[in-house]
């Protein structure tokens, strides 16, 4: 057959037209909307129904900002909101409206997404408002936190900074997906019964002698119309109802594609029925069996993505199903002194949530312990592997001396030998404890709203994806167009079947939800996983770095050591630490750690010939001895500068090698430093500097809250192998997050050119749109299914090759570890360099001299922090004192500065700007 010039022709000025306005309807610019100003908040409302109606919100800086979500639809797709930037994953349940409370943003664009990153909008700030611009876009971070809220059944205020809010948004998220599989399901039982009688005959017409099995009134056009329309219809509602305002939106998803693709087959198939006569010889076949199979098959895919989507987040389901009902209170006539708490008539049975501080509670053994708090009587044994990851119980006791994790004497003054857990299982013994913290105060309520935080942010590697999800539907709708045009054009005959068959084959078979989802899956599983092994990430983008720690530096007192002052410290004399013990695990974290070619340091205040016992006893490679207070991030920058000049630039870095520049040299003594990342592990107040001016900061549980405040991850149960943990999760994260990535775009870069036929001119094989929905349907269950995958690797204490099996073990053994710590001189710096100067706040030089020799290995008394702020803005010239990591920096226009409160503080660098903004009172304590 000659090919008709006149046809092509046509078919390629149509489809170049229809490009045309394809890239210019999804890509042209938005115009935002303002939003209004009324007592001081601003405010906008947006439509969540296939998309946000308006997509891009303009906003003054300088004012807090409420959003009015107003969501008319259910289903997973927008069943959350999502500022990357901001930390912040609110739930929007379905036909509610819920408010999203933002406090005063300084200038930039903080772009929004729905929880499965294919439903896009951008919050625009604009104007200064007193404050600098973010660059949030790429960074990463912000300036702002969302402010706490509350949450209400009609209209809902949500922030993930409350951990009763997560509390509440993890159950209602719960009902929601059951009540989303219960919907689900009765579509499938129902597109299934009304498919099968249309399915079934067609597939038995293509076997030997079928049309001698299959009675020709079941053929019927009008009769497979009249049982496929109620599927198109009401069972492929949910899909439509997004689709095509999606569509509308100019944000379409993967709704939009199957929306698209079952209409073109539908109207096809129906104008067969009315006017076949019409249609070319060849042409005339309806595909009525086509659409009910696709939509049953994507409501199949769906069904089994919603119910496996539960187990991406079991791991934080689990914990919050760990929080007790009831509490034992002793009633106000019993006398706790006279151990008449024992006696059940003495106690009554309370709900947890009207547990208030300072209540005394009666904990019997095999019940969990309902709040946090202290031991008032009693001993028991306690297990809180569900808390800190850790399975050897603790012994508790009231008494003068507890016994420690090892079962040596500890002062029973440490926070270990009295302080209960909520959530915790008492093994043994019964016990009377005194509430100290109850409702979103607990440390189980605070974890589940950290990692709640956590799987808000978006990891690096995540940027391409999204990238690519955000122009894929155009480009697939493209390709559609393209494909149809070439086969009408040029195709054997029948033309017009094949090209329907293919462009259809190819806006049914697109997955973008599959890039999408590719690392929020992953992180989703992986920060749960963590929470459970005591390890809390804060941010997927640490999760994601911790794989390329090659240096490690410790602080010594409390962290390597337990923090344990010496007998003889007497009257006003400064605390001694020569005689801390080791604490349990250090050795062995240490020994793996260089067993992966990672460097060892240790920072301590002690006089040289004390540090270096302590590094060769666990085998540390390089000592820093009588480093001031205020010296750790000092030598943290000297690392940080050392490795940045021996190594290719090019490698990975954060935004705090950026803040690691300075005008100094790096000491010649450091040597080379390994490329890649420096960890910080600390424990103390005057461990935050150095935290936060580490490529990743991480801090011991049993510390200050400042110092956890200012790490990005916390270890719960103050062992040091949760550093080699930390490292081992992000490896088994990153193999599964690629994983992941490579079924994403592997199956688009196959799936998208056979269904546009590819293959026939080869095979003579044409992709069915019912296999096409198939394969669609199964893409996005198998992400699902390989992020699940997560919860079952161990997260070992010992060193595993980051591309190697998760059994697969190169630590030392223990044998080894003593012959290495015994035969290895760390190598031995003196701290020579630092010194304590600051400014005050009357504008006086405040040297190190006068005011912290007596107390330089103080854990408990650190550097006054009061004297690390200014508490007003000098003025150009002068000098002021970063906050965060106490380093002097001039005030000049260009200085890097961060509004509160109506005061201007400044900072050595973003990182340390950023790490202040996440919370400013920390590091402003008096």
Same mark, same amino acid.
């Given at each position: 057959m000659e090919p008709n010039i006149f046809l092509i022709a046509a078919a390629v000025l149509a489809a170049a037209a229809l490009t045309? #306005?394809?890239?210019?309807f999804f890509f042209a610019p938005q115009q935002g909307t303002a939003g209004t100003l009324t007592d001081g908040m601003q405010t906008a409302t947006i439509t969540v129904k296939g998309g946000y109606s308006p997509a891009v919100i303009e906003m003054q800086a300088g004012t807090p900002i409420t959003l009015t979500f107003d969501r008319q639809e259910t289903g997973e797709c927008t069943s959350h909101v999502v500022f990357g930037d901001l930390a912040l994953d609110a739930m929007l349940p379905g036909n509610v409206r819920t408010d999203v409370q933002l406090p005063a943003l300084p200038a930039g664009e903080y772009p929004f997404a729905c929880g499965m990153n294919m439903v896009h909008g951008l919050l625009r700030v604009t104007g200064d408002g007193g404050s600098e611009t973010a660059n949030v876009g790429s960074a990463g971070t912000t300036t702002a936190r969302p402010a706490a809220a509350t949450t209400s059944a009609a209209t809902a205020s949500t922030t993930p900074a409350s951990p009763t809010d997560a509390l509440t948004a993890e159950r209602r998220e719960s009902e929601e997906r059951t009540k989303e599989i219960r919907q689900l399901t009765r579509l499938v039982i129902i597109g299934t019964v009304l498919t099968l009688p249309v399915f079934a005959p067609m597939m038995l017409m293509l076997l030997p002698g079928g049309h001698a099995i299959v009675p020709m009134w079941l053929m019927n056009p009008w009769l497979q119309a009249l049982l496929v329309t109620p599927v198109m219809f009401y069972c492929g509602a949910p899909i439509h109802r997004v689709g095509w305002p999606a569509l509308i939106h100019r944000a379409p998803d993967m709704n939009s594609l199957v929306t698209l693709g079952t209409t073109a087959a539908y109207v096809y198939s129906l104008a067969l029925c009315v006017m076949s006569s019409l249609f070319p010889e060849g042409s005339r076949e309806p595909y009525f069996e086509s659409v009910g199979v696709v939509i049953t098959l994507v409501l199949v895919g769906r069904l089994l993505e919603t119910k496996a989507r539960e187990g991406t987040g079991k791991a934080v389901q689990s914990l919050i199903k760990l929080r007790p009902r009831t509490a034992h209170i002793l009633t106000a006539n019993a006398d706790a002194e006279h151990t008449d708490w024992y006696h059940d008539a003495n106690v009554r049975d309370i709900t947890i949530d009207d547990v208030k501080t300072g209540d005394l509670l009666v904990v019997h053994a095999g019940e969990r312990i309902p709040v946090d708090g202290e031991i008032v009587d009693g001993e028991a044994t306690v297990d809180e592997s569900m808390i800190t990851g850790e399975s050897k119980p603790v012994v508790k006791t009231a008494d003068t001396h507890a016994a420690d994790h090892d079962g040596s004497a500890n002062d029973s003054t440490s926070p270990a030998a009295r302080s209960l857990t909520g959530a915790t299982v008492l093994l043994k013994g019964d016990l009377l404890m005194r509430a100290t913290q109850v409702g979103g105060e607990t440390v189980l309520a605070q974890i589940i709203a950290m990692v709640s935080r956590a799987q808000a942010t978006k990891a690096p590697v995540q940027k391409l994806a999204d990238k690519i999800a955000r122009i894929f539907v155009p480009a697939v709708m493209i390709v559609a167009v393209w494909t149809f045009a070439i086969w009408l054009a040029i195709g054997p005959e029948p033309r017009l079947a094949h090209a329907l068959v293919t462009a259809v084959s190819v806006l049914i078979i697109a997955? @973008?939800?599959? #890039?999408? #989802?590719?690392? @929020? $899956?992953? +992180? &989703?599983?992986?920060?749960?996983? !963590?929470? &459970?092994? !005591?390890? #809390?990430? &804060?941010?997927?983008?640490? $999760?994601?770095?911790?794989?390329?720690?090659? &240096? +490690?530096v410790f602080d010594k007192t409390g962290t390597i050591t337990r923090g344990v002052v010496d007998a003889d410290t007497t009257g006003g004399a400064a605390p001694s630490y020569e005689h801390d013990p080791v604490k349990e695990g250090s050795r062995e974290a240490v020994a793996a750690l260089r067993a992966a070619g990672v460097r060892t340091v240790m920072l301590s205040g002690d006089r040289a010939e004390v540090a270096v016992r302590i590094a060769r006893e666990v085998g540390i490679d390089t000592v820093i001895a009588q480093v001031k207070p205020d010296g750790k991030a000092y030598w943290i920058r000297q690392l940080q500068a050392a490795r940045d000049l021996t190594h290719d630039t090019h490698a990975v870095r954060t935004d705090k090698t950026a803040a690691a520049t300075s005008a100094t040299a790096p000491s010649p003594t450091i040597g080379n430093v390994p490329d890649g990342l420096i960890a910080m592990v600390g424990d103390g107040i005057n461990d935050a500097p150095a935290l936060a001016q580490a490529d990743l900061g991480i801090a011991i549980g049993t510390g200050t809250d400042v110092a956890m405040q200012s790490a990005d991850v916390t270890l719960m149960n103050g062992d040091l192998r949760g550093v080699l943990k930390t490292i081992n999760l992000s490896n088994a994260t990153m193999r599964n997050i690629r994983e992941n990535l490579a079924w994403a775009f592997g199956y688009n870069v196959i799936g998208i050119p056979v269904a546009a036929g590819v293959l026939y001119p080869f095979t003579g094989w044409l992709l069915s749109p019912m296999i096409a929905g198939l394969a669609m349907a199964l893409s996005s269950v198998c992400l699902v299914l390989n992020a699940n995958r997560l919860h079952g690797v161990r997260i070992s204490d010992v060193a595993v090759p980051a591309d190697g099996d998760d059994t697969t073990r190169i630590a030392a053994t223990a044998d080894e570890t003593a012959t290495a710590t015994s035969t290895r001189e760390p190598q031995v710096i003196i701290d020579e360099h630092t010194e304590l100067t600051h400014l005050e706040p009357n504008g006086q030089s405040h040297g190190s001299d006068s005011t912290m020799s007596t107390n330089s290995n103080d854990k408990e008394h650190p550097m006054d922090m009061h004297h690390m702020h200014m508490h007003a803005a000098p003025t150009d010239g002068e000098t002021a004192t970063d906050p965060v990591c106490g380093m002097t920096v001039a005030v000049t226009a260009d200085a890097i500065t961060r509004e509160y409160n109506g005061k201007t503080y400044y900072f050595c660098g973003e990182h340390c700007a950023n790490n202040f903004a996440k919370a400013p009172q920390i590091f402003l304590e008096q």
């Amino acid at each position: 057959m000659e090919p008709n010039i006149f046809l092509i022709a046509a078919a390629v000025l149509a489809a170049a037209a229809l490009t045309w #306005l394809i890239i210019r309807f999804f890509f042209a610019p938005q115009q935002g909307t303002a939003g209004t100003l009324t007592d001081g908040m601003q405010t906008a409302t947006i439509t969540v129904k296939g998309g946000y109606s308006p997509a891009v919100i303009e906003m003054q800086a300088g004012t807090p900002i409420t959003l009015t979500f107003d969501r008319q639809e259910t289903g997973e797709c927008t069943s959350h909101v999502v500022f990357g930037d901001l930390a912040l994953d609110a739930m929007l349940p379905g036909n509610v409206r819920t408010d999203v409370q933002l406090p005063a943003l300084p200038a930039g664009e903080y772009p929004f997404a729905c929880g499965m990153n294919m439903v896009h909008g951008l919050l625009r700030v604009t104007g200064d408002g007193g404050s600098e611009t973010a660059n949030v876009g790429s960074a990463g971070t912000t300036t702002a936190r969302p402010a706490a809220a509350t949450t209400s059944a009609a209209t809902a205020s949500t922030t993930p900074a409350s951990p009763t809010d997560a509390l509440t948004a993890e159950r209602r998220e719960s009902e929601e997906r059951t009540k989303e599989i219960r919907q689900l399901t009765r579509l499938v039982i129902i597109g299934t019964v009304l498919t099968l009688p249309v399915f079934a005959p067609m597939m038995l017409m293509l076997l030997p002698g079928g049309h001698a099995i299959v009675p020709m009134w079941l053929m019927n056009p009008w009769l497979q119309a009249l049982l496929v329309t109620p599927v198109m219809f009401y069972c492929g509602a949910p899909i439509h109802r997004v689709g095509w305002p999606a569509l509308i939106h100019r944000a379409p998803d993967m709704n939009s594609l199957v929306t698209l693709g079952t209409t073109a087959a539908y109207v096809y198939s129906l104008a067969l029925c009315v006017m076949s006569s019409l249609f070319p010889e060849g042409s005339r076949e309806p595909y009525f069996e086509s659409v009910g199979v696709v939509i049953t098959l994507v409501l199949v895919g769906r069904l089994l993505e919603t119910k496996a989507r539960e187990g991406t987040g079991k791991a934080v389901q689990s914990l919050i199903k760990l929080r007790p009902r009831t509490a034992h209170i002793l009633t106000a006539n019993a006398d706790a002194e006279h151990t008449d708490w024992y006696h059940d008539a003495n106690v009554r049975d309370i709900t947890i949530d009207d547990v208030k501080t300072g209540d005394l509670l009666v904990v019997h053994a095999g019940e969990r312990i309902p709040v946090d708090g202290e031991i008032v009587d009693g001993e028991a044994t306690v297990d809180e592997s569900m808390i800190t990851g850790e399975s050897k119980p603790v012994v508790k006791t009231a008494d003068t001396h507890a016994a420690d994790h090892d079962g040596s004497a500890n002062d029973s003054t440490s926070p270990a030998a009295r302080s209960l857990t909520g959530a915790t299982v008492l093994l043994k013994g019964d016990l009377l404890m005194r509430a100290t913290q109850v409702g979103g105060e607990t440390v189980l309520a605070q974890i589940i709203a950290m990692v709640s935080r956590a799987q808000a942010t978006k990891a690096p590697v995540q940027k391409l994806a999204d990238k690519i999800a955000r122009i894929f539907v155009p480009a697939v709708m493209i390709v559609a167009v393209w494909t149809f045009a070439i086969w009408l054009a040029i195709g054997p005959e029948p033309r017009l079947a094949h090209a329907l068959v293919t462009a259809v084959s190819v806006l049914i078979i697109a997955c @973008p939800c599959a #890039l999408g #989802l590719a690392t @929020p $899956l992953s +992180v &989703t599983a992986a920060m749960g996983l !963590g929470a &459970t092994n !005591g390890v #809390l990430v &804060t941010s997927a983008k640490a $999760l994601e770095q911790a794989h390329d720690i090659r &240096t +490690v530096v410790f602080d010594k007192t409390g962290t390597i050591t337990r923090g344990v002052v010496d007998a003889d410290t007497t009257g006003g004399a400064a605390p001694s630490y020569e005689h801390d013990p080791v604490k349990e695990g250090s050795r062995e974290a240490v020994a793996a750690l260089r067993a992966a070619g990672v460097r060892t340091v240790m920072l301590s205040g002690d006089r040289a010939e004390v540090a270096v016992r302590i590094a060769r006893e666990v085998g540390i490679d390089t000592v820093i001895a009588q480093v001031k207070p205020d010296g750790k991030a000092y030598w943290i920058r000297q690392l940080q500068a050392a490795r940045d000049l021996t190594h290719d630039t090019h490698a990975v870095r954060t935004d705090k090698t950026a803040a690691a520049t300075s005008a100094t040299a790096p000491s010649p003594t450091i040597g080379n430093v390994p490329d890649g990342l420096i960890a910080m592990v600390g424990d103390g107040i005057n461990d935050a500097p150095a935290l936060a001016q580490a490529d990743l900061g991480i801090a011991i549980g049993t510390g200050t809250d400042v110092a956890m405040q200012s790490a990005d991850v916390t270890l719960m149960n103050g062992d040091l192998r949760g550093v080699l943990k930390t490292i081992n999760l992000s490896n088994a994260t990153m193999r599964n997050i690629r994983e992941n990535l490579a079924w994403a775009f592997g199956y688009n870069v196959i799936g998208i050119p056979v269904a546009a036929g590819v293959l026939y001119p080869f095979t003579g094989w044409l992709l069915s749109p019912m296999i096409a929905g198939l394969a669609m349907a199964l893409s996005s269950v198998c992400l699902v299914l390989n992020a699940n995958r997560l919860h079952g690797v161990r997260i070992s204490d010992v060193a595993v090759p980051a591309d190697g099996d998760d059994t697969t073990r190169i630590a030392a053994t223990a044998d080894e570890t003593a012959t290495a710590t015994s035969t290895r001189e760390p190598q031995v710096i003196i701290d020579e360099h630092t010194e304590l100067t600051h400014l005050e706040p009357n504008g006086q030089s405040h040297g190190s001299d006068s005011t912290m020799s007596t107390n330089s290995n103080d854990k408990e008394h650190p550097m006054d922090m009061h004297h690390m702020h200014m508490h007003a803005a000098p003025t150009d010239g002068e000098t002021a004192t970063d906050p965060v990591c106490g380093m002097t920096v001039a005030v000049t226009a260009d200085a890097i500065t961060r509004e509160y409160n109506g005061k201007t503080y400044y900072f050595c660098g973003e990182h340390c700007a950023n790490n202040f903004a996440k919370a400013p009172q920390i590091f402003l304590e008096q």
